[in-house]
């Protein structure tokens, strides 16, 4: 996989590119997800209001997107797990695309936003809770960056 097919703006520099799915009525949160994430300086997320041009099929880079990952950070939210729309369409591709994987890859990396219900088709993963005090956040955090360096390694991304 190059970074070419994700349209990202630098090839000569691999990083490892995460997906970043979320329902839009969180995409307050997950704007500063992005920017810390993006901080790490060896992570390039694929947020789609950064990375989807304007005039693009906006689905169609979607997916895109999703089948060229090296990971998909599912934020579950109340508002997220209740939604019908490209939330679901979103997860779904995710999954058919985890299952592409050899068994034992980190690839869906559940993240709960707020209390809500992890949906049945995502029971199998480890999922963490981001919210609370800062530090439970912080320690949410390390974790999601530890599971990042653990398919980065495996990718032989080199950090």
Not at 15 to 40: D, G, H, T
Not at 54 to 70: C, E, F, L
Not at 72 to 96: N, Y
Not at 107 to 135: A, N, S
Request: charged share 25%; with cysteine; net charge negative.
């Amino acid at each position: 996989m190059t970074q070419e097919g994700l349209g990202k703006s630098n090839p000569a520099q691999k990083k490892l590119i995460p997906f970043l799915c979320y329902a839009k009525e969180n995409q307050m949160v997950i704007r500063e997800f992005s920017q810390r994430l993006k901080a790490e300086g060896w992570i390039d997320p694929w947020f789609d209001e950064e990375d989807i041009l304007p005039g693009q099929v906006w689905q169609d880079s979607v997916v895109t997107a999703v089948r060229q990952s090296h990971a998909v950070i599912v934020f579950l939210s109340a508002v997220a797990v209740i939604s019908e729309g490209f939330f679901q369409k979103e997860l779904k591709l995710a999954l058919d695309t985890a299952a592409e994987k050899p068994e034992g890859t980190i690839f869906i990396i559940p993240i709960r936003i707020d209390h809500c219900e992890v949906p049945e088709m995502l029971t199998k993963y480890q999922y963490v809770d981001y919210f609370g005090d800062i530090e439970q956040r912080t320690r949410v955090y390390n974790s999601l960056i530890a599971s990042l360096r653990n398919r980065a390694d495996n990718l032989g991304i080199f950090l």
